[in-house]
Every structure is written in C-alpha cells, then in structure tokens.
C-alpha cells in the first residue's frame, strides 16, 4: 500500500528536478528546509529522525540536494525520506510544507485489528506489516 | 537558419559592461587580472549565443586561483567576481561564501567531512572563496585532517561544476608547493591569475580612494608626502601593499586627530578636520633614519 502524506501526496512521487524547484521556492520564502526519515509508516509517527540540523543558511538548492544525496546514501531503500519546510515567521512558526521524496520498494501496508470489548464494544487498530519487525530490519529484505 | 545574435547588444544587456567599467574605476591597476576577468565574461556570453543557436556547449570550468603578495586585492576582485559570474548566469545566486582553514576542517577524526559539507551546502550557487588555501596540506603532519577536507573539495569541484565555483587564494610561492604536492587541484582549476605588486603611482592613487570612501582628503604637500612614503616604504622589510598603505593612512588620521587636539585655541573646521596634511605623513617611522629599523 503506496503510503501518502504532506503537499503533493495526490501526486505521482516528485522527480529530482521537481524537489530542487520545490525546495528553491521554500528557500526563496526564508523557510528553513528539513529532511527526515522514518522506518514506522504510521500515519500518527509524527516525529521523524531528522538528518542533520534544519537548513537555515543554505541559499541555494543544490545544497540542500547535497545533503539529500547524503541522506539518500545511508537511508535509501529502507527508509522512508521526507522533506520539510519550516516557517519561523510571527505567526506561522510552523510547518508549511512537507512532501516525501524517498520510499521503501515494497510497502506490505496495514493490518486492522479488532478489539471485542464489553458490551459488544469494537476498538479498531492500525499496525504497519513492516513495523512488526525491529527497528532497522523493516525494509531491509 | 535560425539567424544571428547581437553579441554586443547581449552584452549590453547582461548588466555585465557596467560591472566591468566599475571593476576597472574602482580598482587601481592590476592590468592582467581585469584583462582575464574580460576573457572569462567574453568566453562565456560566447557560451551562451552558441547555446542560444544550438551548438555544441560544454559548461566551462570556472574554479580559480588567485596568486599574488599580501595586499594585492585577492580577496577584493574574489568578491567582484562572484557578481560577475551571477550576472552572466553562471552562478545561480551570486553570494560569496568567505573561508579559511578553520571553517573547513575539524578537530578531531570525523569532524571535517560534516564540517567541509556544511560549509559546501552554504556555498552552492556562489563562490566559496578560501582564503590563504596552503594552509589546508600540512606535509609535516601526515595525519592533518585538512587532506580530508581536500579530497571532499576535490570532489565536489568535478561533480558539481555548474552549482559551484571555488576560488583559492594565497601567496604565490606557497600556492606553488600546495598545488606541487595536489596536482588534482591544479588540473581541476582553469584559471591561474596572478595579482602583480602595484606601482608606486597607483598606491597613491589607491590612498586617494580609500581616504574618499573615508570621508577624508589629502593637502598638495600630504600628497608629495605620501609618494615619498611609498617609495620608502616599499623597500623595508612586510610591505603589503595596499594593506600598507591603509594602515599607513589610520595611523596618519591618528596623528591628524593628535595635532588637531593639541591646537591652542581648540577651533576647527570641517575642511580641517577633513584634511590629512603633509606633517601627518612626514612623522612616519618610515621617514626615520634608514639604519634604525622599523616595523
């Protein structure tokens, strides 16, 4: 199951030329770029590992593609890799945007597990496939 | 055909003849740099109308090296140059990313790769300009870690040739032994341009300038002065050109406010105050008797 999330979750995954122009016009708004990865597809695993420090200071995309290749090296295929842009301005000081860049090859999905509870009660669970491994090993076969 | 192109009206366009006629008005002599400058705008604008008609184009090398004594304006023409490069479109966003030895490698194993990146992630789409580069190879140390930061400079200056460009800087004599035992460097640089020593007449000329921007001017006899202390100057031991020559003129606005303290009656004018004067210069250490040394 294609896990979908962020601005452009509706989108065919974002070329490498479509991330640069991406994250130029985050740069061009002062908006600092991150990049994180995760191995747990939750849709609630909010925090993801970040790579590196948040890029205030980078102009130009190409540095900010350098650091994505780095990350890609280390995490690619086995990570999910996303990208985010934070806005500091009064007011906003949060996210504007986020979109993923990376994802694993093969994505099992989710199971939905039901819990009987009193009274003929029903508590409904995600769990990813993938997260039923440790940390590390999820993607990695 | 798809017809010709109007290299002078592109020329006229790009901005670029205003930032040459104010890179040759603001800058005193240094005749061969400005004329590779002028090559290198020329090459590229070339670049450009052969991309525009469908020729053949490969993107050109534009990592330099600049060589030259203290003072001669390495780093001043490095900062031009980045607005330059941007405005013929070469570099994307025309800043200029200022290092030394110490911003690029680290202080323990593992440090300087993360260190050398960052600083390379700042520079892209400018000029990364690294100041006094020599110190980067330590021979005498075979475990610097400044090797490190090299091959990774090494690197990225092949690979990423249309998002950056490195400008080395330093004293002609060391950036020959740097580049003897990196021969990768000088291969992967295409321009070696070396500053030459002013002339006597274009450190006054330069004085000149510096005291305008200043807000300061010199008197008829300050000038004279002036061209003696260069003379004088140049022969003694650390001359540095148009460093001298600066610290030259803050030590003469010291004197100048010294005599306009000491006055008797206390009133001055704003010419007066504005006025470096002959007697200023003329209480140089330099002018002393030639036996007794001077720093």
Partial sequence: ?141 | MSGAIDLKRDFASSGLDAELAQLDRDLVGLAPVKRRIREIAALLLVDRARQTLGLATEPPTLHMSFTGNPGTGKTTVALRMAGILHKLGYVRRGHLVSVTRDDLVGQYIGHTAPKTRDVLKKAMGGVLFIDEAYYLYRPENERDYGQEAIEILLQIMENQRDDLVVILAGYADRMDTFFSSNPGFRSRIAHHIDFPDYDDGELVTIAGTLLGQMGYRLSTGAQVALGDYVARRRSQPHFANARSIRNALDRARLRQAVRLFDRDDGVVTADQLSTIEAEDIRASRVFADPAEPSA
């Fill in chain 1, 1 to 141: 199951m294609r896990i979908t999330q962020g601005t452009f979750s509706f989108l065919p995954d974002l070329t490498d030329e479509q991330i640069i122009a991406q994250v130029q016009y985050c740069l061009d708004h002062g908006w600092a770029v991150n990049i994180e990865y995760t191995d747990d597809p939750h849709p609630r695993n909010t925090y993801w590992e970040m790579w590196g420090i948040p890029m205030f200071d980078v102009p130009d995309a190409a540095g900010v593609m350098l650091a994505l290749a780095e990350c890609r090296k280390a995490h690619a295929g086995s990570n999910y890799i996303r990208m985010s842009a934070f806005d500091s301005s009064y007011g906003w000081e949060s996210l504007r945007l986020s979109f993923i860049t990376d994802r694993p090859a093969n994505e099992p999905g989710f199971a939905l597990e039901r819990q009987e509870r009193n009274g003929r009660q029903i508590a409904y669970t995600t769990r990813a496939y993938s997260a039923m491994k440790p940390e590390g090993e999820r993607y990695s076969g």
